[in-house]
């Protein structure tokens, strides 16, 4: 069976075949030709799969980001970024990348931060000095950062999948998201440099106050969503509810930017996305569970435990392959795909189970915008209006500091688990 399964995923991706149809429809064949598994106990699976409390948040999640762009919050976002470090070498692209840091502790997802931060801040960067090509690679790595940083929607799946605590991978991705963005800075600041681009003046104490102030309400929602979770108050689900009430309410009391016909075309929008990822999850979990129905999951840890006995290797071995995964494969996807194969052979050599989270989600933030298939690339696209060739060597020079945060990430444990066992 797992040959063919083998085989019908191959043949579905190589033929552009949308990725939940390749997923289900290649582990409903191969059970029907292949096995003597009843089909009907695969359509119980594909509702089984989403009907799980902890995936409520992604819809909740999706809403409270376009609520978010639309209501205002994410352009003061931008301004108080800026008074912040505008006035540093690459100051505008720093507001970039600070931005998109803010912007993805408040919404979890990747693709809306680039959107978001990226229609404001393209023209911005092209005024400024900073060419097509550099300017299109830092708004697609940028948004990635989306994925390690808190609410992140594929912190939520990995935990749904394998049962880690949602909460603890909030807080770890806190560390890794920072250190994470940091590498970016770095190469922003370099960049900058070399090129002798203007910055802005330092903005005074007044005006940074003045757009803290105004940026304020915003800059509540992830305060709010961690403390609630780790206070007691509420679950990440509950947490996803109320940053979407939450984001309704400065949008239109405080900012007072949206209006009820606005409203409406967020929700339909958010609906929308949101039955786009939660099909992509039923379709994963059905693979999944005839993945173990096959015994693959054991047969990979029993490989690994016979063949790799250093933690050291298997982590190096991870990063490799999720990175390869990466470039073919959306995030939510691909953990539902490896996380239950890998999981308990990370157990087995040690390694903290929140770790590795954080580890699988910085590969898949990485892939984001690795040709060929990277999402943020062709997000980027819609906004910049120019073609991929073109973007290349802007991502890669961003993608070779970002791997070097990885390995930190990756090797250095105490950047995702110190704030975490500090709370404990």
Same mark, same amino acid.
């Given at each position: 069976?797992?040959?063919? *399964? +083998? ?41 089984? +799969? ?6 409520? #948040? *992604?819809?909740?999640?999706?809403? #409270? ?96 999948? /394998? ?16 250190v994470f963005g940091l590498s970016s800075i770095l190469y922003i600041y370099i960049y900058a440099k070399k090129n002798n ?15 803290? +102030? ?5 800059? *509540? ?13 509420? /679950? ?76 050291? *290797? ?19 996807? #691909? ?12 157990? #087995? ?7 590795? +989270? ?61 704030l975490v066992n500090l709370l404990e």
């Open positions: 069976m797992l040959t063919t *399964l +083998g085989i019908l995923i191959f043949l579905f991706l190589l033929t552009s075949v949308p990725i939940f149809i390749s997923l289900g429809m290649a582990a409903f064949l191969a059970v029907l030709f292949s096995s003597d598994i009843q089909p009907m106990i695969l359509i119980q699976r594909l509702f089984g +799969g989403i009907d799980q409390f902890a995936l409520m #948040a *992604l819809p909740f999640f999706i809403l #409270a980001a376009n609520i978010m762009d639309g209501g205002g919050l994410s352009r003061r976002i931008l301004r108080f970024s800026r008074a912040l470090v505008g006035h540093l070498s690459g100051g505008i692209a720093m507001t970039t990348q600070v931005s998109s840091m803010f912007f993805g502790a408040l919404s979890g997802s990747s693709p809306a931060t680039v959107i978001a931060i990226g229609k404001i801040m393209y023209p911005d960067l092209l005024r400024g000095g900073y060419g097509k090509s550099f300017s299109a690679g830092l708004l697609a790595s940028a948004g990635s950062v989306s994925l390690i940083i808190p609410p992140s929607i594929t912190l939520i799946i990995f935990g749904s999948v /394998t049962g880690v605590s949602v909460g603890s991978l909030f807080i770890a991705g806190i560390g890794a998201g920072i681009l203007p910055r802005d003046n330092k903005a005074s104490f007044s005006e940074l106050a003045l757009s803290f +102030g105004k940026a304020i309400w915003a800059l *509540l929602i992830p305060v709010i969503i961690l403390g609630g979770i780790y206070s007691g108050i509420f /679950t990440p689900t509950e947490a996803a509810g109320i940053s979407a009430v939450y984001a309704f309410v400065i949008g239109f009391f405080v900012y007072k930017e949206l209006t009820l016909k606005k409203m409406y075309t967020i929700c339909v929008e958010s609906a929308i996305t949101s039955a786009q990822v939660l099909v992509l999850v039923a379709a994963a979990q059905v693979l999944g569970w005839v993945l173990t129905r096959a015994r693959l999951p054991q047969m990979v840890a029993e490989f690994i435990s016979q063949n790799i006995t250093s933690a050291m *290797l298997f982590l190096l071995i991870l990063n490799l392959i999720l990175l390869l995964l990466g470039m073919f494969m959306e995030g939510v996807a #691909a953990i539902i795909v490896t996380a239950p194969l890998l999981y308990p052979a990370a157990l #087995a050599l040690g390694i903290d189970p929140v770790h590795l +989270g954080i580890i699988m989600i910085a590969n898949l933030a990485i892939g984001m915008y690795t040709p060929p298939f990277g999402m943020n690339i062709f997000v980027t696209q819609t906004v910049t209006k120019i073609d991929m060739a073109e973007m290349m060597p802007g991502i890669l020079k961003f993608l070779a500091f970002n791997l070097g945060a990885l390995l930190l990430i990756t090797y250095v444990p105490e950047i995702s688990l110190f």
